[in-house]
């Protein structure tokens, strides 16, 4: 299995409070990825990295912030949480050469009260 | 711009009957086209992928599909399902190039139910 850790795995939390999330790899991998999974909606991309600092929005971005500082760690923000962040996070990464394929990690459950 | 359509969202089968997940894109480019499988509380797991080349494509425990590009689909078979192919699986393409940044867009999941 690929390297990738998530942090934390569960996290209860309130309306209108920051929330960070951390994703951590040992693939040197090039790409990271973040993803929200929500019942009838399948995985929808919310921002990814195509190196250190360098980020770029995905198709649900809006209220969401990310920073990549090291190859290693990708970090999603919540600035103000809301109940419709409410979500499973997941965590992708990929080389960026050839025919690539995104490697999973284990999940965030968050839950926005 | 690409797009997946997964055609059921909740397949049921019997143990060691066919299983057949449907799944349709549409890609303004020559897609990659990949079978990811997701068990309770986990993460997604690849099963299989089509790049170039052969059109069949053979993955992990027993699946397989075949890419046919004249219907645009990459529906995922196995012969005999297993009680422990309970899962849901996401289909998903992207486009063949660095350009696309190598972002997946996925289906909406079929989740399959195998009953003893």
């Known amino acids: 299995d690929a390297g990738i850790t998530q942090s934390p795995r569960h996290k209860v939390t309130e309306t209108g409070t920051p929330v960070t999330l951390r994703c951590h790899q040992t693939e040197n991998h090039r790409y990271m990825y973040w993803y929200r999974q929500d019942p009838g909606h399948g995985l929808r991309l919310i921002h990814y990295s195509y190196g250190v600092k360098d980020t770029d929005k995905g198709e649900v971005s809006d209220g969401y912030s990310v920073s990549r500082s090291k190859t290693e760690d990708f970090l999603l923000t919540l600035e103000s949480a809301t109940s419709s962040q409410t979500s499973v996070y997941f965590c992708?990464?990929?080389?960026?050469?050839?025919?690539?394929?995104?490697?999973f990690g284990p999940g965030t459950r968050l839950t926005v009260l | 711009a690409q797009s997946v359509t997964q055609l059921g969202s909740h397949v049921s089968v019997s143990e060691g009957a066919l299983v057949l997940l449907r799944c349709n894109y549409s890609s303004s480019v020559p897609p990659y086209l990949f079978w990811y499988v997701q068990y309770p509380n986990q993460g997604l797991q690849l099963l299989l992928k089509y790049t170039t080349g052969a059109t069949l494509v053979k993955g992990i425990n027993g699946f397989e599909a075949e890419f046919k590009k004249s219907e645009t689909s990459f529906h995922l078979t196995k012969p005999s399902a297993h009680m422990s192919d309970a899962a849901e699986y996401f289909c998903?393409?992207?486009?063949?190039?660095?350009?696309?940044?190598?972002?997946?867009?996925f289906g909406k999941g079929t989740l399959l139910t195998v009953n003893p």
């Open positions: 998903a393409v992207r486009g063949n190039s660095g350009g696309s940044n190598y972002k997946l867009t």
């Open positions: 992708a990464i990929a080389p960026g050469v050839g025919t690539d394929t995104q490697y």
